[in-house]
């Protein structure tokens, strides 16, 4: 049933067997053929050690790749020293691959091994190449044009003197239009046989926008700008929303990100200003004006100082002597306003009672759980709570690709990089601070030892990756992707995994997928195409679609034989199909993505037919659609094809 990496050592001896089969002219038309591909290899170091340790490269060539520090300029020296091998020593063509067929070589890349089994499965055809183009289209007209020299001046008045009088009218002929326009002119023509008169570009018509002209147009005015305005700040340019500005809401866009007005300030280079409204501007006009003379709305907020409140000098006894002064100073931090108008002591008793009366009012029960979605500006994440520690100790936040501390969390938006992460972090727009304050959240102690306060190296790459399973949610004994932070149980994992034989560094499939998707496909693939295509060449595909679905079934519905849970199943369903029995015939029965596609689909079909529209039928249907989106991304098919 299981698919794991002995598989690949096991077959390796006949597969060097069958290379000797082939003769060295076949290997070097494959080798010449697939230089593209082994050229995109993620972190070719191990490939090329092993071709250096069997002095199949040169050390200049080698260190030349390996000192490459952009990925665009390591493919092309990857490319280069392929093209070197194919040119000055393609009589070890047989040992090059053998040397990258080897079972370490193949558990790291997965190109390699679509290589090989495209090699030794028979599905590459050995047709004759067409030959290089080495000469230009017309090679006589060439050849004449570089043989023969320019003449002199003295040449060509001796070459005039001989010629006859029929050559000597055409020659005139030829001349009369450059003197016949000279003459039109109202000056001189300067022009000769030697200096010919230039062609004149053709005028073509000049689009450009008012706002980049020097015109002052009022742009606010124009009804494509009714939502929206085009904004710039210092050397940064985005789109401002009218309603989101009225309500006091990141109103700014550049790209995928939002910005507060004064957050843009800061993007655009201008903080030095303090005032956004006179530093950014719609064409040549600022935001004041614009809001002066009605164009726009703005809130009005006013600040206070809460700096010698009573509630400010009671934060400090919230927490004992054994939390760090790290809190304690968040804390300060997050009570502590910028200075602005200064209001009577009635005015600050009413905004105190109001704070008080609306921290009272926060439901405490939303907080409840071991973990807590949270937001930092445009970042966001999964806090959980076992794993805190401080805002430098213990990585507690879970984003798609990777566990930060709250501060490096903080980063994630450069934005916020200057301001409190106590402050900027929120849960349900509630910032973290709160949550400390109420004890939702707790400080360890400044002589903590835990292994989430320590800083040896051994414990901070633990917390890189995740306590629990990816797929099934359950502590145990995990195996560590060493590129993402998921972990895996050895059966849970696809292939299944054998702890004995992974080596220093181990990818999952997801990783693997991903990265083999960024140079597969560079066109678009029709789904009958896909559905078509060898199973063997797409196992890896499959797997994480399997993967994806394991891992969304959360009550394990589709995971084992329907019959066992309900004795009367087959009385309604008389093709039952489940996912066990998909990833068990994924190894020996399927011949083409198809027939893997087919055998899917009944599962979600035989769902439908028997549940109807309960939960679990609302579940099947949540469970194909993601199946089908899926599938459509990594084949990269066009959805309007589907």
Same mark, same amino acid.
């Given at each position: 049933?299981? +698919? ?11 597969d060097m067997e069958q290379l000797d089969f082939l003769t060295n002219e076949q290997l070097l038309q494959f080798f010449h053929c697939k230089k593209t591909e082994m050229s995109c290899i993620e972190q070719p ?58 079972? *370490? ?73 450059c003197n016949e326009a000279s003459n039109d002119r109202e000056q001189p023509c300067t022009s000769s046989q030697l200096t010919p008169i230039r062609k004149r570009r053709s005028s073509k018509p000049i689009f ?11 742009? @606010? ?11 710039? %700040? ?6 401002? *929303? ?7 809401? $990141? ?27 006179? #530093? ?8 004041? #004006? ?14 206070? +100082? ?37 209001? #009577? ?68 938006d450069p934005t916020l990089k200057k301001s409190h992460w106590m402050n900027s972090i929120h849960c349900q727009d509630t910032p973290l601070s709160f949550l400390i304050e109420k004890r939702i959240l707790q ?15 051994? *414990? ?64 678009? $693939? ?14 890896? *595909? ?5 993967? %994806? ?28 199909? @489940? ?44 469970? +194909? ?18």
């Amino acid at each position: 049933m299981s +698919r794991s990496s002995g598989d690949i050592s096991g077959n390796l001896s006949s597969d060097m067997e069958q290379l000797d089969f082939l003769t060295n002219e076949q290997l070097l038309q494959f080798f010449h053929c697939k230089k593209t591909e082994m050229s995109c290899i993620e972190q070719p170091h191990t490939f090329l050690n092993q071709l250096r340790d069997h002095n199949l490269i040169p050390e200049d060539k080698y260190q030349k790749v390996i000192r490459s520090t952009t990925k665009h300029t390591r493919e092309k020296r990857m490319y280069e020293l392929l093209d070197w091998f194919e040119t000055k020593r393609p009589e070890f063509i047989n040992l090059f691959w053998k040397c990258v067929f080897k079972d *370490h070589i193949l558990q790291q890349y997965v190109v390699l091994r679509l290589l090989r089994n495209n090699l030794l499965d028979g599905s590459f055809s050995f047709e004759k190449l067409p030959e290089k183009e080495l000469t230009p289209e017309d090679p006589k007209k060439s050849t004449e044009a570089v043989g023969k020299p320019k003449m002199q001046k003295g040449a060509r008045e001796k070459e005039g003197k001989t010629m006859d009088k029929g050559e000597k009218e055409q020659e005139a002929a030829k001349k009369r239009p450059c003197n016949e326009a000279s003459n039109d002119r109202e000056q001189p023509c300067t022009s000769s046989q030697l200096t010919p008169i230039r062609k004149r570009r053709s005028s073509k018509p000049i689009f450009r926008s008012p706002i980049m002209s020097d015109e002052d147009e009022e742009i @606010w005015n124009w009804p494509i700008y009714r939502t929206h305005l085009p904004v710039v %700040c210092g050397g940064k340019s985005g789109i401002l *929303h009218r309603e989101k500005l009225a309500r006091g809401e $990141m109103c700014i866009q550049v790209k995928k990100r939002w910005f507060s007005p004064k957050d843009f300030e800061e993007f655009g280079g201008k903080k030095n200003c303090k005032n956004w409204k006179t #530093s950014i501007y719609c064409g040549k006009t600022t935001l004041r #004006s614009l809001i002066q003379e009605g164009h726009l709305k703005c809130p009005n907020l006013k600040r206070h +100082r809460r700096g010698t409140s009573p509630s400010h000098l009671e934060r400090r006894c919230l927490f004992d002597s054994s939390q760090s002064e790290d809190s304690i100073a968040g804390l300060e931090a997050h009570s502590e306003e910028e200075e602005g108008q200064q209001q #009577s002591p009635e005015e600050n008793n009413v905004a105190e009672a109001a704070v008080a009366e609306s921290s009272d009012e926060t439901d405490l029960s939303a907080f409840k759980g071991d973990c807590l979605s949270v937001t930092c500006g445009s970042a966001r994440g999964t806090l959980y709570k076992n794993r805190f520690a401080s805002g430098c100790c213990g990585k507690c936040i879970r984003t798609e690709d990777k566990w930060l501390t709250p501060e490096n969390f903080l980063k994630e938006d450069p934005t916020l990089k200057k301001s409190h992460w106590m402050n900027s972090i929120h849960c349900q727009d509630t910032p973290l601070s709160f949550l400390i304050e109420k004890r939702i959240l707790q400080f360890h102690s400044v002589h903590c030892k835990c292994t989430l306060c320590s800083r040896e190296p051994q *414990h901070l790459k633990e917390q890189e990756n995740d306590d629990e399973c990816f797929i099934c949610s359950q502590e145990g004994k995990l195996i560590c992707c060493d590129t993402c932070p998921r972990s895996f149980h050895c059966q849970c994992h696809l292939p299944f995994l054998d702890e004995n034989i992974l080596g220093d560094r181990w990818m999952c499939t997801y990783c693997v997928l991903n990265q083999s998707l960024e140079w597969r496909y560079s066109t678009q $693939m029709d789904f009958q195409a896909a559905l078509q295509k060898n199973i063997s060449d797409f196992t890896l *595909h499959c797997q994480y679609l399997l993967l %994806c679905l394991y891992k969304a079934d959360k009550q394990r519905v589709f995971v084992l034989d329907p019959h066992l849970a309900v004795s009367f199943y087959s009385n309604f369903i008389k093709c039952p199909m @489940w996912l066990d029995k998909v990833c068990e015939n994924l190894d020996n029965c399927y011949s083409t993505v198809g027939e893997f596609y087919s055998d899917i689909l009944k599962i979600f079909d035989n769902c439908a037919e028997f549940n109807k529209d309960n939960d679990f039928g609302k579940t099947g249907a949540e469970l +194909r659609n993601l199946f089908e989106e899926e599938f459509l991304r990594i084949f990269n098919i066009n959805i309007t094809e589907y």
